[in-house]
């Protein structure tokens, strides 16, 4: 299993942590799930509602996410996997990270940001059906030039 | 009316996206849900029967957990009730370990 993302939209939601640093940024994946892993046809900029502890925390309202999640059906796209950014923090999820993942089958890519400077991008693939079984399993990024390409 | 299945949940919805139900509240709406489909109860409500914490439900651009009569709001056909688990995270907190293996991070 694979992310696939195009570069423009890859280095996008890297921007993005660069562009909140020192807080952490937040964002969706649309696209489609394939056999090879999710594929990312577009990425969308969400708000972090946790403006209390908004550089070690993020939060995506709900009502945004269904928004977002309209908008993508309209393009024949759903939700595939959501971005954020850890400001001078590694790339790695964090046991919060952990606990409040719920989109099984989803793609959780996170940026560390040292210094305002964007640094490296893991993604992790939410396995398992329930919160008693479920598990991050890194996955690897493979970059296209365009949206569906190694599909 | 229509309700709205998210991705993680459409394995236990034969992958549909919407589904159809018939029902006058938001809770009877969840009912026939379930009643359709099983395998959704235990990941949307608690063995006593509520929502999960981390499942929101929303009646159009509703929250359902703040209505005046929550789960009991009547609702219409041409309602929609969207199913959308939270997102959320943060740096905070211990580092993981990946399942499949260890982080080496520069």
């Not at chain 1, 807080?23 to 969308?44: F, P, R, S, T, Y």
């Not at chain 1, 900029?45 to 908004?54: E, H, K, P, Q």
């Not at chain 1, 993604?123 to 390409?149: N, P, Y």
């Not at chain 2, 929303?58 to 929550?70: E, F, G, I, K, M």
């Amino acid at each position: 299993m694979k992310l696939h993302i195009t570069q423009a939209d890859y280095d996008a939601l890297r921007a993005h942590g660069e562009e909140t640093y020192p807080h952490e940024c937040c964002g969706v994946m649309l696209g489609h799930a394939k056999d090879d892993g999710n594929h990312v046809a577009a990425i969308v900029r969400a708000g972090n509602t946790r403006t209390d502890s908004a550089h070690n925390r993020y939060n995506i309202s709900p009502i945004e996410l269904i928004k977002i999640q309209r908008e993508g059906r309209k393009q024949g796209l759903d939700i595939v996997g959501f971005y954020h950014s850890h400001p001078d923090h590694p790339a790695m999820w964090s046991s919060t990270d952990f606990a409040e993942a719920h989109w099984f089958g989803c793609c959780y890519v996170i940026t560390s940001v040292d210094k305002g400077k964007a640094n490296l991008t893991n993604a992790f693939h939410l396995s398992g059906t329930t919160e008693d079984d479920k598990a991050f399993q890194q996955e690897e990024i493979l970059i296209t030039e365009a949206v569906g390409e190694n599909a | 009316m229509k309700i709205n299945i998210p991705t993680p949940l459409r394995a236990f919805t034969d992958k549909q996206a919407t589904v159809e139900v018939n029902g006058a509240t938001v809770q009877a709406g969840l009912d026939a849900l379930v009643a359709a489909h099983p395998e959704l109860k235990n990941h949307l409500f608690t063995p006593d029967g509520k929502l999960r914490s981390f499942v929101n439900v929303y009646l159009n651009d509703d929250d359902v957990r703040y209505l005046p009569a929550a789960e009991a709001s009547a609702v219409s056909a041409d309602d929609e009730l969207t199913i959308i688990p939270s997102i959320a995270g943060g740096r905070t907190g211990r580092p993981g370990v990946s399942a499949s293996r260890a982080l080496c991070c520069r």
